[in-house]
């Protein structure tokens, strides 16, 4: 029983990511953008909550530090990190303005603001990406489930086709791999910044 089980898990992933590969041109485009915003000047902000912040922490690591090749560091920031910060603006505020008050501060015009939720409904993640918008920035939205309604309001909407959270996640990482890799390439391949 436990064999199939597994097989039949096995099997809805790949089928979520052969799915998503109808993506490649929203993937694509966001490439471009992250490449034309290090090449600007200008820095990558990403949010999540739950999983999706440990993605959005790992897709900033990427940057900061290597993916596969050594290269220059390359300005990124996760807003879920600072524990001093997300607790005091839950506290003062809401849990609901942990990011906008965070974009509010950092965010300038060009910057890109990439919100990851598997639902697209995160309210937190909705007010980021808001604010960020105000604040000029180009966003960009890690999303499953048909989106919410983070889909309408970002700049580029990559929406995993699936509603389950495990295999929109696993198709997020992939998607977050592929981004870096190439990304990586263009600055190790045209070094100069």
Excluded: W
């Excluded at 790949?14 to 998503?20: G, K, M, N, Q, V």
């Excluded at 990427?62 to 300005?75: A, H, I, K, N, Y």
């Amino acid at each position: 029983m436990s064999e199939n089980r597994i097989s039949q898990i096995f099997n809805d992933s790949i089928d979520t990511l052969t799915e998503s590969k109808l993506l490649e041109k929203s993937i694509q485009k966001t490439i471009e953008s992250i490449i034309s915003c290090f090449e600007n000047g200008n820095k990558l902000i990403v949010f999540g909550n739950g999983g999706s912040a440990a993605d959005s922490q790992h897709f900033a690591a990427e940057f900061v530090g290597r993916f596969l090749s050594e290269r220059l560091s390359l300005p990124s920031i996760s807003l879920t990190t600072d524990t001093s910060i997300l607790t005091a603006l839950g506290n003062d505020y809401s849990f609901e303005n942990i990011f906008s008050r965070q974009c509010e501060s950092i965010v300038k015009q060009n910057d890109i603001v990439f919100g990851i939720s598997t639902t697209g409904k995160s309210v937190n993640v909705i007010n980021g990406i808001n604010t960020a918008k105000n604040q000029g920035a180009i966003t960009i939205g890690l999303l499953g489930s048909g989106g919410g309604k983070l889909n309408e309001i970002v700049d580029i909407p990559i929406t995993i086709p699936s509603n389950s959270t495990p295999r929109i996640q696993e198709s997020h990482r992939v998607i977050l791999h592929i981004i870096c890799e190439i990304v990586e390439e263009h600055f190790v391949n045209n070094k100069p910044l």
